[in-house]
């Protein structure tokens, strides 16, 4: 099996495709633990919340925001 060179270069269409399906991946992944953790932050209740509620809180926050249509 022929190794390929490594002077082969990307073009920037390829370069931009490859950038953006990262940068979207990345978001997809992190930004329900960054709200998770801003909710805990912000939490003004004398009690201390339960993770689980914060999650089902969330998910339902979000759920709420998809448009079906």
């Known amino acids: ?9 990307p073009n920037a269409f390829q ?3 490859c950038g953006g399906l990262a940068g979207s ?9 960054d709200v998770i ?7 003004v209740c004398n009690r201390k919340p339960s993770i689980l ?3 089902v809180a969330t ?4 759920i709420s925001k998809i448009d079906i249509n």
Do not use: E, Y
């Open 1 to 9: 099996m022929p190794s390929l060179s490594s002077t082969i270069q």
């Open 15 to 17: 370069t931009l495709i």
């Open 25 to 33: 991946t990345a978001a997809l992944f992190t930004t329900p633990f």
């Open 37 to 43: 953790k801003t909710r805990l932050q912000t939490w």
């Open 53 to 55: 509620l914060i999650l």
């Open 59 to 62: 998910l339902k926050c979000t």
